[in-house]
């Protein structure tokens, strides 16, 4: 099951982002702040961040910043009413933004994308499909 962090500071995107996600089979987590978002992720490790830009105690850009200085290139989603307030996007690693408010279809069609182009986890070593002969005993 695909694990997915919502971080924003109104509890009713909150809530409604949590519903979604769950009632289309994720496992979700949230957080309110900066340091809430950077602590969920790194105790839950999700897949895709949805996070608002701004949030409390650092905003979402610190929480990118923050993540990527500790090696976790998880794809981030910025939700903002301000898409032109995040910079250069172009020189971000892992990024794509939604204006706010955020067609529910589009949102899922841009966690799905994300989770599509995480590099894929390594194959297990394949199980041997004809097991070596018994050994020979001497008689």
């Known amino acids: 099951m695909a694990k997915i962090l919502v971080v924003d500071d109104i509890p009713a995107i909150v809530e409604f982002s949590k519903e979604f996600f769950e009632d ?12 809430g978002a950077i602590a969920a992720q790194r105790e839950f490790k999700a897949d895709v961040i949805l996070q ?11 929480v990118y910043e923050t993540l990527r200085a500790a090696q976790d290139m998880v794809p981030i989603i910025f939700s903002t009413g301000k898409p032109e307030s995040i910079g250069n996007i172009a020189a971000m690693t892992n990024v794509s933004v939604l204006r706010k408010p955020t067609d529910p279809e589009v949102l899922m069609a841009e966690v799905r994308r994300c989770l599509a182009a995480r590099p894929a986890a390594p194959a297990e070593r394949p199980m041997n499909p004809v097991p070596p ?3 020979k005993f001497p008689r």
């Open 24 to 35: 289309a089979g994720f496992e979700v987590r949230t957080a309110e702040t900066a340091p």
């Open 52 to 62: 608002d830009l701004n949030v409390p105690d650092g905003g979402g850009l610190h």
């Open 133 to 135: 002969p018994p050994p």
